[in-house]
C-alpha cells in the first residue's frame, strides 16, 4: 500500500468540515491589504504627505514593533508596512488549521478508526498540510489581485501575496511538527503559538533595536525583508521555502516512527492525587483555562506598552490631514489625535479580547466532542454548574486581558506624555469600556452551544465580521446600520467628554441573556452531541 494512499479523501473530508471556516478567514485577510491601500489613496493623496507619514511612522520605534519597517514613501511601500502585523495572523491561523486536523483528529480517536481503513501512514499529515498550503496561496494571489485591482504594481502585488502566503506555509509546517511531539492538541498549539512568538520577538527586536540581523532570523523578517514594491526581492522568498522543506523533513518521519496517540515528547506525569482545587467543576475550568488566560493577558500586556508608546507619534503622522483626522475621530477618542488613535487601537484590541471569550466558551464544545464531559454531569455535578464554570472564564477573561493592555497603555502613554497618574486610570476605563461588547460575541458562542452546537463556529464567523467592519468600516463611510452590526460600534467614547453609560448596560445585559438562554437550551438537550 502507497504511504500517501487515502490522501486524496482526507482532502476532500478537510474541506467539507471547513467549508464555512476557510473561505471566511481566506476573505477577511485578502480584503484587509485591499482596504489598506485604498485608505492611503485616499488620505495620502500627494507625495509630500505620503512622505511625511513615512518619515513619522518610521523613527518611531513603537510603530516599527508593531507594523515593522518602512522601505519606502509610495503607497504600496506603506500597504506593505500597514499589513505587516497580519503575516502574524496568518501564521496563527495556519498551524491552529494543520493541529486541528492532525493532532486533535488523533486526541478525538477519529485518527484511529481511518487508519483502520486503507490509509497511508503520511496520508493524515500530508492531507492538513495540502488544504492548508493550498488555502494560503489562495489567500496570496486573491491579496495580491485585490492590491491590483486599487491600482498598485502587479510584480509589487505579487512579492507581498506570496511572502504572506509562504508566511502561512511556514508556520503551518510548524504546527505539522508540533503535532508530532506531543499527545495532546493543546500541547502541540501551545508549542506552536510559542515559536510564533518567538519569530515575533526576533523580528520586533531586530526591526525596533536597529539590529538587522535579527530580523533576518525570523520567517516574519523575512516576509518584509522581500521589500515589496520597493526593491521587489524574489530571491528572499526561497528562505520560507527552504524552511518549509526542512520543517517537513522533520515531520514525516517523526509522524511514522511514533506509536497513534502519542507523541515525541514523553508526557509529564502529575501527582498520584487530585489537589482540593480539584474537587469541583470551578476548580477543574480554572485548570483548563489558567494558561490561556496567563498568555493572552502576557500578550496583551506587551500590545498596549507598544501602542501606548506609538501614540504620539501616531498622533503627529496624521496631523493636518483632516481626512484621517475625522476617521480616527470616529473610531473613537477625543479631537487629540494622540487619544483618537488610543481609542481606535483600544477597540480592535477588544475584538481580539472577544477572540478570547468565545474561545473559553467554546471549551464547553471541545470537551463536550471528547467525552469528557458526559461523565462529569452523570455524577453529583449538575449541567448549570459545569456551564457556569466556563462561562466564569468566558466572561471574566476578557476583562482581564482588557485591563491588562489599558494598564499598560496607560504606563506607556503616561510615560510620554509625563502624567502616568493621570493617563492609567483613563486608559485603563478606555480598555474596560470594550468588555460588554466582547461579552455580547462570548454570550453568542454560550447560545450557541447550548442550542445550535453543530453550529459553534458560526461566532467565530461572527467575530470576523466584526473585525471587517472596524477595519474598514469607518474608512469607507459605511452606513450606520451597517456598522451597528458590530457591538463594537456601540462602545461609547470614553476617551472624550459626555459620553453615556447606557450603551454598556445595553451590551451587558444582552450579553447576560444570550448567556442564561444557552445554560437553559444546554439542560435540556442531549450530551454528547456529535
Not at 506593505?80 to 478525538?108: C, D, K, Y
Not at 485591482?149 to 506570496?162: D, I, K, N, Q, W
Not at 483548563?288 to 498596549?304: E, K
Not at 492609567?424 to 460575541?441: E, F, H, I, S, Y
Request: glycine fraction near 14%; include cysteine.
Amino acid at each position: 500500500m502507497s504511504t500517501l494512499a487515502g490522501t486524496r479523501h482526507l482532502v476532500r473530508l478537510i474541506l467539507r468540515r471547513d467549508r464555512a471556516v476557510l473561505p471566511i478567514w481566506i476573505l477577511l485577510l485578502a480584503v484587509l491589504p485591499m482596504t489598506y491601500a485604498t485608505s492611503f489613496f485616499e488620505l495620502y493623496p500627494t507625495a509630500a504627505e505620503r512622505a511625511a507619514y513615512a518619515s513619522g511612522t518610521g523613527n518611531n520605534p513603537s510603530i516599527v514593533a508593531l507594523l515593522g519597517p518602512v522601505y519606502g514613501d509610495s503607497v504600496g511601500a506603506l500597504t506593505a508596512q500597514r499589513g505587516g502585523f497580519l503575516s502574524v495572523i496568518i501564521g496563527l491561523v495556519g498551524l491552529l488549521t494543520v493541529v486541528r486536523h492532525t493532532r486533535t483528529e488523533e486526541e478525538a480517536g477519529r485518527r484511529e478508526l481511518l487508519g483502520a481503513t486503507v490509509l497511508g501512514r503520511y496520508a493524515g499529515l500530508t492531507a492538513a498540510l495540502l488544504v492548508t498550503y493550498g488555502a494560503n496561496l489562495l489567500l496570496g494571489l486573491l491579496t495580491a489581485a485585490g492590491l491590483v485591482a486599487t491600482g498598485l504594481p502587479v510584480a509589487g502585488s505579487l512579492a507581498y501575496g506570496l511572502a504572506a502566503a509562504l508566511v502561512g506555509i511556514v508556520f503551518a509546517t510548524v504546527g505539522g511538527l508540533a503535532a508530532q511531539l506531543t499527545e495532546t492538541a493543546g500541547g502541540a498549539r501551545g508549542i506552536g503559538v510559542a515559536v510564533l512568538g518567538l519569530a515575533f520577538a526576533l523580528r520586533l527586536a531586530g526591526d525596533a533595536g536597529d539590529r538587522d540581523w535579527l530580523s533576518w532570523l525570523s520567517p516574519l523578517g523575512w516576509s518584509e525583508r522581500v521589500q515589496a514594491y520597493v526593491g521587489d526581492r524574489w530571491w528572499v522568498l526561497a528562505l520560507p521555502v527552504a524552511l518549509t522543506v526542512l520543517l517537513a523533513a522533520v515531520a514525516y518521519p517523526v509522524s511514522v516512527r511514533r506509536d497513534l496517540g502519542a507523541g515525541l515528547l514523553p508526557p509529564r506525569l502529575g501527582p498520584a492525587t487530585a489537589g482540593r482545587g480539584l474537587s469541583g467543576p470551578f476548580g477543574l475550568a480554572w485548570r483548563l483555562h489558567r494558561g490561556q488566560l496567563l498568555g493572552w493577558s502576557v500578550g496583551f500586556g506587551l500590545l498596549g506598552l507598544i501602542l501606548g508608546g506609538a501614540a504620539e507619534a501616531a498622533g503627529q503622522a496624521v496631523a493636518g490631514n483632516a481626512q484621517l483626522e475625522e476617521i480616527l475621530a470616529r473610531l473613537g477618542g477625543t479631537s487629540a489625535l494622540a487619544e483618537a488613535y488610543l481609542g481606535g487601537t483600544l477597540s480592535f484590541v477588544g475584538l481580539a479580547a472577544a477572540g478570547f471569550g468565545i474561545q473559553a466558551a467554546l471549551r464547553m464544545r471541545s470537551e463536550e466532542t471528547a467525552g469528557r464531559a458526559e461523565p462529569l454531569v452523570a455524577t453529583g455535578v449538575s449541567r448549570s454548574r459545569w456551564v457556569a464554570s466556563h462561562l466564569v472564564f468566558a466572561l471574566l477573561g476578557p476583562a482581564v486581558v482588557l485591563a491588562a493592555a489599558g494598564l499598560a497603555t496607560g504606563l506607556t502613554y503616561g510615560l510620554s506624555v509625563g502624567d502616568v497618574p493621570g493617563e492609567l486610570p483613563r486608559m485603563l476605563g478606555a480598555g474596560l469600556a470594550q468588555v460588554p461588547a466582547a461579552w455580547v460575541l462570548a454570550g453568542l458562542a454560550v447560545l450557541l452551544h447550548g442550542l445550535l452546537p453543530r453550529l459553534t463556529a458560526l461566532s467565530w464567523a461572527v467575530l470576523a465580521v466584526c473585525v471587517l467592519i472596524g477595519q474598514v468600516g469607518a474608512v469607507l463611510k459605511l452606513s450606520r446600520w451597517l456598522l451597528d452590526i458590530s457591538p463594537f460600534s456601540h462602545t461609547p467614547q470614553v476617551l472624550g467628554t459626555g459620553w453615556s453609560a447606557t450603551p454598556l448596560v445595553v451590551l451587558t445585559v444582552l450579553a447576560l441573556a444570550m448567556a442564561l438562554a444557552g445554560l437553559l437550551t444546554f439542560r435540556r438537550r442531549d450530551v454528547p452531541v456529535p
